[in-house]
């Protein structure tokens, strides 16, 4: 708006100036010089005073115009000012945005640690539950076994088929004459080895009869040899007792074997288990 008035103002100087040079310029061939003379001073003087008053005007031009860079440099300025504002202003915003993104990941990854610790403490929680339960198991299971050891077991167990047996083949007592406590006959007689049900101190009796030179057989307790005994030298009927003690958990297995080939006879061929303690 104010540069738009300096260009008019500025118009109008020009065409004053040009109304005046048009004004000074002298007829040569005039009549009255006098005359003319006086109209050209009172001309001069109109243009002196047109004069001034253009001065005045200029300098108040060149005040507005003055006025207006001022302005104009206080606008620019501000604008500036205005657009550095938004600059920060955005940058802040930037900033923010960014320190919120951070933030975000970082709530994010606090959940997921939370939700682990939640698993974990869960998964501790289960494993305490298994410990005290498998706890109260073996505790029962020790109870019973405590139990089982208190109870009575003898068991006489024979020999029940007459006929060879060979070198590291079992003697079988298939055949119960006697027994107390004794849980699981089947056992007995479909294999005719002893498996202990009742944990303790169990003596061991193996009572063979049979025939033949050198024969020979051992009492095992989970297949390790726990005595050896030869029955006799010649070709004679002979009979052999093997006696041993032995502490017994419980599902350890007492076989007889025989050492070497010979015959054994039933009726006398037997092995007595008893509980001792
Ligand atoms: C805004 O950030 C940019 C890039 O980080 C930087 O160059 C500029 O100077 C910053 N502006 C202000 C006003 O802080
Ligand atoms: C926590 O357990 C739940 C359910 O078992 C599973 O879906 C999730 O992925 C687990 N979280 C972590 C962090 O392991
Ligand atoms: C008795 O022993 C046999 C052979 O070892 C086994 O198959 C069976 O399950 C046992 N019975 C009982 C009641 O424990």
């Known amino acids: 708006m104010l ?74 300025s501000n604008e500036r000012v205005r657009t550095n504002a938004i600059d920060v202003l955005y940058n802040k915003t930037f900033e923010t945005e960014k320190v919120l993104t951070s933030l975000e990941v970082q709530t994010q990854q606090l959940k997921e640690q939370l939700e682990l610790n939640r698993n974990e403490t869960s998964a501790h929680e289960a494993t305490l539950q298994e410990i005290t339960r498998t706890g109260i198991v073996t505790h029962e299971t020790q109870n019973k076994q405590i139990a089982l050891s208190q109870e009575r077991v003898a068991v006489t167990m024979c020999v029940a088929v007459d006929g060879d047996r060979h070198s590291r083949q079992i003697i079988k007592f298939d055949e119960i004459r006697f027994h107390i406590g004794i849980i699981n006959f089947s056992a007995i007689r479909s294999s005719g080895v002893f498996t202990t049900e009742k944990p303790g101190l169990y003596h061991i009796s193996a009572v063979i009869n049979g025939r033949k030179a050198n024969a020979q057989f051992s009492i095992h307790v989970n297949g390790n040899t726990l005595s050896t005994l030869r029955m006799s030298s010649d070709e004679f009927i002979a009979t052999g007792t093997s ?33 001792i303690d």
Do not use: R
């Open 3 to 76: 540069h738009t008035n300096v260009v008019l103002s500025a118009c109008l100087l020009c065409s004053l100036f040009l109304q005046i040079s048009a004004q000074l310029t002298v007829t040569p061939n005039h009549p009255d010089l006098h005359g003319e003379f006086l109209a050209i001073k009172k001309q001069q003087h109109e243009t002196l005073q047109l004069l001034t008053t253009l001065q005045q005007t200029v300098t108040a031009l060149q005040t507005q115009v003055k006025a207006v860079s001022v302005k104009t440099f206080i606008l620019d």
């Open 243 to 275: 006696v041993v003690v032995a502490e017994l958990q419980i599902g350890d297995v007492i076989t007889v074997t025989a050492d070497s080939t010979f015959q054994v006879y039933t009726h006398w061929s037997c092995m007595t288990i008893v509980k």
